[in-house]
């Protein structure tokens, strides 16, 4: 079973984004305030998936794709469905780019990522037994081709390692902030516009008669949407007005890739087969990664195959990532227990535990604003 829902709609996207905003704090889909008031709704609703799964299809897996990812795997994890994984494709963006400038399958490396879904590092890459990744990063060539031209070189000295691109939130968040409310829409509300042009363009399509049509406003619809992602942090990046004015072709190839699909059916293809994967992915830490929990869920490098998911051993990690790692989790624990135990006080507390808030006040302010704001969907909390 594969599950990927917005709970709330765009609207609720919009929302999250425009309450933390309002009090000076990141707004984004699933980092920080609104990952958190996201991952409210998303639980209640993948746990009534996740036992209907169990009625009509007992011992089958969910691969879910649902946001913010990891924090629902530990929420349904935690809630006893241990045949859950989370996935998201932007765990393996250092592997594929790494893949692609060596010009070799991506499945030949060895990569080893670890840390928390959006909140990630890949340390090493291998490939035959040679490390690849350590004279890349020194590399601008390479560099200036990928996410990690969001972050500057001495940080990527210091760091060390691929860095997730959602990292820049937390080692920018000053400029995070600044951006997105300079903005003239948030991401949410551009991605509404966005949707709506979309399926007033489709509506006026007869699909059945004219399917190449249709998928050429998909297309130029998706090469619109990319063109402004995260584009406060990146300098090749257009400008939502920028991007509104540039006609927009949507041609397609077949080198596009799959996307959210292509990894699902890759974890599906390595477990029905014997031909392993070696990807990252959203599970139980289970001694992987030193300073965790074993029933944490981390988003660590595996081996995939007819047996299952097997996390490759990360063994001690580096004091920084470590210690932000832990910080998050923290977070995350306690965001599920409110969830499942509709506490308004352990609510406030996870907030609070942030990095991104670290204010027990503004935790209080938050949190009241998305319980009232998305009451339809999360119900009445004590």
Known sequence: MVTSIRVGTEQGRVLDERIALRHGVLGQ?????????????????????AKLMEEVSPGAWMFNFTNPAGLVTQALRDSGFSRTVGICDGANLGQHAVAEWLKVDANRLRPE?????????????????????????RDPAFLSGTTMAMFALPLIEYVGMWINEYLFYYY???RAVKSISAD???????????????????????IEAHPDEALRIYHAYDQRRSATYMHYARADASTMQEADRAE????????????????????????????????????PNEGAIDGMRPEDVVEVSC???HDGLHPLKIGAIPEPQELLMRSVKQYERLTVEAALTHSRRTAVLALMAHPLVLSYPLAETLVD???EAHRAYVGTWA
């Open 172 to 174: 920018y968040p000053d």
């Open 113 to 137: 990522v670890f840390g928390l879904n959006h909140l990630s590092w890949m340390r090493r890459v291998w490939l035959d037994g040679e490390e690849m990744l350590a004279p890349l990063l």
């Open 248 to 283: 927009v072709v949507g041609t397609f190839t077949s080198e596009a890739g799959e996307g959210y699909a292509g990894v699902a059916l890759s974890l599906i293809e390595a477990m029905q087969t014997d031909r392993p994967l070696y990807t990252a992915v959203n599970v």
């Open 369 to 371: 604003e998305y319980l």
């Open 184 to 206: 003239e829409r948030t991401r949410g509300e551009e991605v509404l516009d966005l949707n709506r042009r979309l399926l007033d363009q489709l509506r006026a399509v007869d």
């Open 29 to 49: 889909e699933t980092t920080g305030p609104g990952g958190f008031a996201m991952a409210l709704r998303s639980i209640p609703a993948l746990l009534e998936y």
């Open 303 to 305: 081996a995939v195959d």
